[in-house]
């Protein structure tokens, strides 16, 4: 058996693209310095993988309760929110994945310890049902089912030895639309990506494995982001074919 490439285009930059249909509306802008106006930043990168549309997502971190960077990052999910209910809108049999680092923990089951994290973002109410907003617009968690936790974590801090104390938080997500989560066979987190020293990144890679044609084909989707210059990467969204 060996894996074959097929299609594979990378076309749109939040904001910067011209494909309607891509767009993430009323996109919120953002500055932290007084004197620069703000703009819309570059922190989603879309690409249409054999008919599956993959969105590489850095949503806000959102620093601290009390920062207006918070206040950016809800307007962001709620952006994001609105954009994905129009697409299914738009098209109710259209293939999303909306992949990537969401700076959010979901469930307490999602973080290695709730009283270290009381008090701080990723795990507020507010944020927690802004993500679970976009689950109830029909984007659902496909790797959970096959790797449901508690204990699963996707990133851990580089102090105070939190990966091989296995101190985590689980923040990295690919929710999918109907037509594509209905195709998901398998997934997998692949925490062997983040030993070693100085790992190039914080956070793991996955993958999903959508079934084709009852099963004699598969694509495979994989994914990274969150690198050390903050600057979002959509390493791998190639869709393969198997071949007998």
């Known amino acids: 058996m060996r894996v074959q490439p097929v299609e594979r285009r990378s076309d749109r930059v939040a904001g910067r693209s011209g494909r309607h249909r891509s767009r993430l509306r009323r996109q919120p802008s953002w500055t932290s310095k007084p004197d620069v106006a703000a703009a819309a930043e570059a922190r989603a990168l879309a690409a249409t993988c054999a008919g599956v549309r993959v969105w590489s997502l850095y949503v806000p971190n959102g620093r601290a309760l009390a920062d207006p960077h918070y206040t950016y990052k809800l307007n962001w999910l709620a952006a994001l929110r609105d954009t994905a209910e129009g697409w299914l809108r738009d098209d109710p049999s259209a293939q999303i994945a909306l992949v990537g680092d969401w700076n959010i923990a979901p469930t307490d089951d999602d973080v290695w310890s709730v009283e270290f994290f009381q008090g701080a973002t990723h795990v507020s109410d507010s944020e927690r049902k802004a993500f679970d907003a976009i689950v109830n617009a029909q984007f659902s968690d496909v790797v ?40 998901v ?50 390493l791998d969204a190639a869709h393969y074919r198997v071949v007998p």
């Open 185 to 234: 066979a398998d997934a997998q987190i692949v925490r062997e990506e983040r030993k070693g020293k100085a790992p190039a990144i914080t956070h793991r890679f996955w993958w999903i494995c959508a079934e084709i044609d009852a099963g004699k084909t598969a694509g495979v989707y994989s994914f990274a982001v969150h690198l050390p210059d903050k600057a979002i990467r959509l």
């Open 144 to 183: 959970r089912p096959f790797i449901p936790g508690p204990g699963v974590y996707t990133y851990w801090d580089y102090t105070q030895l939190r990966f091989p104390k296995r101190q985590g938080m689980r923040i990295d997500f690919i929710l999918a639309s109907p037509a594509l989560a209905g195709r």
